[in-house]
């Protein structure tokens, strides 16, 4: 069987840069790259201890089960991947792996891996790694869908030298190497393997990352100490070596005001969500504000189609309509965030705009329920047999500037006849909550550069929040998946996007914009291909 080696994946990757993933590129306030006006200045100081104020509990310490913002970034320090994205182009480039071939038919990958790597409990990372955590990723449960979605069809992996690792799928899997790149697939210790999801939420993994976990204390922090003689980082660093700073502290801080107010007084060097209100006035006072949009799924409600009325299409379609998605970016937001234009973000890969299937159209959404027998009530509220057409709203902490979105989104439901009630829950305990499925609409946004984030989403077999049922969009969701060829694949990716909105199994409304407030003393922080964090190379001046 005739192989391609990464060098010969060009045209895969053109592709990829042309629809969208060029322009995903950071913008900083007064820099061109990773945070702080004065890096291009300044010689990178090694030393000191960083201090970022995050929004919520991390719930989880293992990257292959982390499920919010707030989980990943200190979980992405830790291991390391055997692909890296380059955030600018898209092009998938070595990290552990030096080199790999792809079988031409997508269903084998050969990886070539770094000699001298190890794992901070001094085991090294070769094959039978590899092995031992594809073997087990994508058994770790329901709360690690996503690795699981990640390796659907894996058959096996090969040890086939003690550095060479021939990775085996039973179906082409097109969306595997780019998924070789994220914290979901970083690489965790033979021993860390065989502890239990639970044990590894708990109390963490061994990674081969740049840090290590010095400790975790529930509700207030998690600290990383710099690994000494790390030497294997991603070709997309600027340094090779140890990372600058000695320590890493991440501080919950649940109030937007409280941890504005911790940056402008020094007590932290970094914010990871910057309210929208105080966008403005720390961009004037001086400090760097970095963003990126979030490839992926945006903001938006997945709609629990088991539970009635949303079993119906037409009153999942009005929810849609009767959405100012305008609004919610004007009253809420900056021009920072973008209104949702399709069911996927415009910076992953294969977008597809769609806005004209999102229009604020309420006087078609009431028609839609006056059409489904959804007449208005004595209060407004619309009832249809005696009974309210009532809904719930779960969301959890961590979601930035959710509770006001939804306030706002309530209003404009009302203004049609749907009574909506909010309901929030720790994010720690979302896993188990999203299992159960007890929600009507579902408030989240699932990340992911590769269009495949559509198959783990929506597949019955999948993370499946919407509860479907097997049918027609899993056989769209399946053939993208096994389509080698970038033109055929990306026009499935197209009709399962369409699929999507026009049975309304989403209510997309925004865009997930990350933006990251720092002291102008802090310098090279890098949102990576996912907007999540790395701090290889930052510093302190």
Not at 286 to 296: E, I, V
Not at 475 to 491: E, V
Request: aromatic content about 6%; glycine content about 10%; overall charge neutral.
């Amino acid at each position: 069987m005739r192989s391609r080696t990464s060098s010969g994946r060009a045209r895969w990757l053109r592709l990829a840069a042309g629809v969208g993933l060029a322009g995903t590129l950071l913008t900083a306030c007064g820099s061109g790259g990773g945070g702080g006006t004065a890096a291009a200045k300044e010689t990178p100081k090694p030393g000191g201890k960083l201090t970022v104020a995050v929004t919520s509990d991390f719930g989880c310490l293992d990257p292959q089960q982390v499920s919010s913002i707030d989980s990943v970034h200190p979980a992405r320090q830790l291991v390391d991947s055997l692909t890296d994205q380059d955030p600018a182009t898209g092009k998938i480039v070595p990290w552990l792996a030096e080199r790999w071939e792809i079988s031409t038919d997508a269903t084998t990958f050969t990886f070539h891996l770094h000699p001298g790597a190890t794992f901070s409990d001094g085991s090294p990372v070769n094959a039978q790694a590899v092995k031992a955590n594809f073997d087990t990723a994508g058994k770790l449960g329901a709360i690690a869908a996503q690795a699981a979605g990640y390796l659907q069809g894996y058959r096996d992996t090969t040890v086939v030298d003690d550095l060479t690792a021939k990775v085996a799928f039973t179906k082409p899997a097109a969306q595997f190497l780019q998924a070789t790149s994220t914290h979901t697939l970083g690489l965790v210790s033979l021993a860390s393997t065989t502890r239990t999801p639970a044990e590894r939420c708990a109390s963490g993994i061994v990674g081969s990352g740049p840090f290590t976990l010095h400790s975790y204390q529930k509700n207030e922090s998690i600290v990383l100490d710099k690994r000494a003689g790390y030497n294997w980082g991603s070709t997309l660093w600027k340094h090779q070596g140890p990372a600058y700073l000695d320590q890493i502290v991440f501080q919950v801080v649940p109030e937007s005001g409280v941890r504005t107010g911790s940056l402008r007084s020094g007590a932290v060097d970094g914010l990871t969500a910057v309210a929208p209100q105080d966008e403005a006035g720390l961009r004037t006072d001086g400090f760097t504000l970095q963003s990126r949009t979030a490839p992926g799924l945006p903001y938006g409600f997945s709609v629990n189609t088991a539970h009635p009325p949303l079993d119906d299409t037409a009153v999942r379609q009005a929810i849609s309509r009767a959405i100012n998605r305008q609004e919610v970016v004007d009253t809420v937001f900056t021009p920072l965030t973008k209104t949702a234009t399709s069911s996927l973000a415009n910076s992953t890969l294969g977008y597809e705009n769609l806005s004209k299937d999102l229009v604020f159209a309420p006087d078609e959404a009431k028609k839609l329920l006056d059409g489904a027998g959804w007449q208005p009530g004595p209060d407004g509220i619309r009832v249809k047999d005696g009974k309210p057409l009532a809904l719930t709203v779960q969301y959890f902490t961590g979601q930035p500037s959710a509770k006001a979105v939804l306030e706002l989104i309530q209003q404009q439901l009302k203004a049609v006849g749907i009574a909506v009630m909010l309901r929030e829950d720790p994010v720690a305990n979302g896993g188990k909550i999203v299992q159960a499925k007890g929600y009507d609409l579902l408030w989240g946004h699932t990340n992911g550069a590769d269009p495949d984030v559509l198959r783990i989403q929506y597949s019955s077999t999948g993370l499946n929040f919407n509860n479907l049922k097997p049918g027609p969009l899993d056989d769209l969701l399946t053939r993208q998946a096994a389509t080698a060829d970038p033109n055929a694949r990306l026009a499935l990716v197209r009709q399962a996007q369409e699929f999507v909105l026009t049975n309304q199994y989403n209510v997309p409304v925004v865009e997930l914009t990350v933006v990251l407030g720092l002291s102008a003393k802090v310098h090279d922080v890098i949102l990576n291909a996912d907007a999540r964090l790395q701090f290889h190379d930052s510093w302190k001046s």
